[in-house]
Structures are given as C-alpha cells and as structure tokens.
DNA sequence: ATTAGGTACCTTGCAATACAATATACCATG
DNA sequence: CATGGTATATTGTATTGCAAGGTACCTAAT
C-alpha cells in the first residue's frame, strides 16, 4: 500500500466514521484497517490534532475489557469541515481519474 | 486544494500522461494545472526522482519560443510502476468511498 | 503470584513529498 | 532595454504517516 495516498485521507475517513458514530481511537483503528493498513502511532496524534483544532471533543468511559476508553465526537465545526473535505475529495478524485484515462473526455 | 491528497498522486499523473507522449516539465506543470493546481517546485524534484529511479529518461530538444526543453521518457520500468500505481490507486479510492459511503454496502 | 496476550492510550524520531521563494537564462514585444 | 512568458533547477519549511517504544489495564492460563 502507497503510503502517500493516505496524506490527509485518513482525516476525511476518521471524520466521516465519527460522523455515524461517536468511537475510541483504537476502535478507529481496528475499524479502518479493514480498508487499508494503518498504525496506532498515526491516529493519536491526528486525534490530538482533530481535538486542537475544534472538530471532535472527548469524553471517557469505562471499560470491563481493558483501560479506560476516550471516545470522540464530531463538533459542528468538524462537521463543517466533514462536507468540505468529501467535496474536494470527490472531484480531486475525478480529475485524476480523469487524467489516467487520457482525459479527451471531459463531461 | 487539500495538499495532502496530491502525496503521491502527483507521480501517478505524471507517468499516466507520459505514457502517452513524452513530455518536458513545464508542459506537465500546464496540463496538470488544468485538473488541479500545481507548483513547478514540485514537478521538477519529482521529475529527477523519477528518473533517478529509471522510470523515465530524458533526452533535450531546442525551443523557438524560449530555452531548451527537456523531454521525459517513460522507460519499460516506468511503464510497470505505472501499471502497479494504477492498481493500488484505484482500490484505495474504492475503500476510500466505502467508508464515507457507511460501508454498509460491500460488493 | 506470575506470565502472556489482548485492549487501550500516548510520544519520539524519521522519511516522504508538496510548496513558496528564489535563481538562472532564453526569447519576443513594446 | 525592460517586461513578460517560457523553461529549468534548488533551498528551506510544513505536514503527515509510520516504526518503535513506553505505560497501563484486564483476563486466563501456568
């Protein structure tokens, strides 16, 4: 797997899971490994980057399988942000597509 | 533009467009910047990666309209990189959808 | 009780890559 | 001869993903 595909993708899939439900980070991880490869070291510190900058809060729970749980949960800023990032996702996505398939057609 | 989406994808463009004719610097900077902006300080490191790792060679031809350009010429190898990036591009985008689609849906 | 393995958090140092800024230099037009 | 477009290239900075390591909780087997 490219590593440099993922470069800031995986912000836009941690927000879009957190969308749906609120989760604790190794639970981000074990969720979106089944899509793509992706570590522990990578995801605390978008985490930590995510709550610095407004779009998830934090709340702890209890755990009878292990230590405490933080769970995350999107802000209405993350929200925001959520929609703009799929948007340029998709049509950074097309015009790729686009170019790899020679690009005489443009729709 | 999100910078991060481009980490990586720019290579892939690149080789996709040379694949179809050979292709001076600045000429890619143009095409590109017609999908997706794009900065000549990042073609031109890239490009000397690329050929450095055998994926394209250069030969130089005399320009009427300004300095001598430098062609890119994907090599045998180029064309495989090409082909394996293609690939992981297009099933990192599949998974990529999945999950902001809710990944309930699995083809 | 001690060990092992799974759960759960986090940090440090490193590598890769995109960009702005800058530099050089050619050519044509005003 | 100055401006703007063409064309190449380098330097320093920022961002982000990862491996490796550390802390700590819980359960089940030894």
Redesign the interface.
Known sequence: ?????????L???VL??LE?KDCYGYELVNN?SK??SISEGTIYPLLSRLRKEGYVTTYLEESQEGPTRKYYVLTKTGRNILED??A??YS??K??N???K??EAYE
Chains 1, 2 share one sequence.
Do not use: P, R, Y
């Open positions: 797997m490219n590593i440099q595909f993922k470069k800031g993708v912000e836009l899939c879009s899971i749906k979106i899509s793509f990032l799929k340029e996702w950074f996505t015009a790729v686009q170019i790899l020679g690009s």
